[in-house]
């Protein structure tokens, strides 16, 4: 019966149900027919037969043997919706759990649509485990790449390095004058090293060791390595006092978020005036000619950057950019 299909079962169970009532009656019609004869013979009792006591015991014999049957019948049942429970919860484990469930127990060659169900779960399982392994395996090359290429990048930076350093003796120049271009090697360097982190959510599963960072030394060194294209271009850069403002956070990470801001202000802007302030805030504020906000937010792009960095840290971020210039405003909010 286990292998026939939920509609054959079905009219089985009512067959028997239906054809054990009379089955039951006649069974215990002759039985207690046949305990009164035992009775009357062995206690050679000649007392008149007693119908109201015989049809009392009777019913009371037929309806607990019935409901025996009843009882019976519904451990199919109860098998059957244990069945469907089982596949419920493998489903949410399947939709919920981080890891994927074991697989049911099924009946080759059965007619029956629970068995059929729990074997298209068990094919889905095999697929998830398959499609599992694979993103795996492929976010194994590509961390093994991302490892390769944080090295190939940090071997040539190292050997800059080197050469700075003997360009410096061989010409007798200061250190102080090299200074802005090894901090550029060495902040290279150490974007190679956080190489993997590359879209949203990777900013978001990334471990960071959040402190009190300094804004207004952080200012200092962007605009350090952004100054021989400033001078260049004859922007001029107006720093007010940043002494008191400090944002919690990753040092590495903040000083990425004001480089991109420098640099959208720099490759888009078209201005020769910059301005840094604190005003219930970081305020950077140029006086070009301003542009597109959604047009410069792609993937990957500054602009998509400073803001993925600023949800990262809990800063708030208002951009605004019309013809008359562009405006960034960052509040750090407390909680973070």
Known sequence: MNNKSLIKKFYVVMFLSVAAVPVVFILVNYSMLLIYTLFSEVLNNEEPFNSSFMYTNFYLIFFIALSILVILGAQYFKKTINRINEIQNTVKQIAYDASVPDKLMTVEESEDEINHLAQSINILIDRLRYKEAMLNQQEKHQDEYLRQLTHDINTPLTALNLELYQFSKELDIQDE???????????????????????????????????????????????????????????????????????????????????????????????????????????????????????????GSGSSIIDDISKRFYIDLDIKSNINGTEYRLRQQKSS
């Open 177 to 299: 004058t090299l200074t802005p271009l090894y901090e550029k090697v060495n902040y290279i360097s150490q974007l190679a090293g956080k190489i993997t982190v590359v879209n949203q959510s990777d900013i978001d599963n990334y471990y960071i060791f959040n402190k009190d960072v300094d804004v207004g030394t952080l200012i200092d060194r962007s605009l350090m390595k952004w100054e021989y294209l400033f001078d260049k271009n004859d922007i001029e850069v107006h720093l007010s006092a940043l002494d008191d403002l400090v944002w919690v956070g990753d040092e590495l990470w903040l000083e990425r978020l004001l480089n991109n801001i420098i640099s959208n202000i720099y490759l888009h802007s078209q201005t020769d005036r910059i301005e840094i302030s604190l005003e219930e805030g970081l305020v950077i504020r140029d006086y070009g000619t301003g542009y597109n906000l959604k047009k410069t937010y792609q993937p």
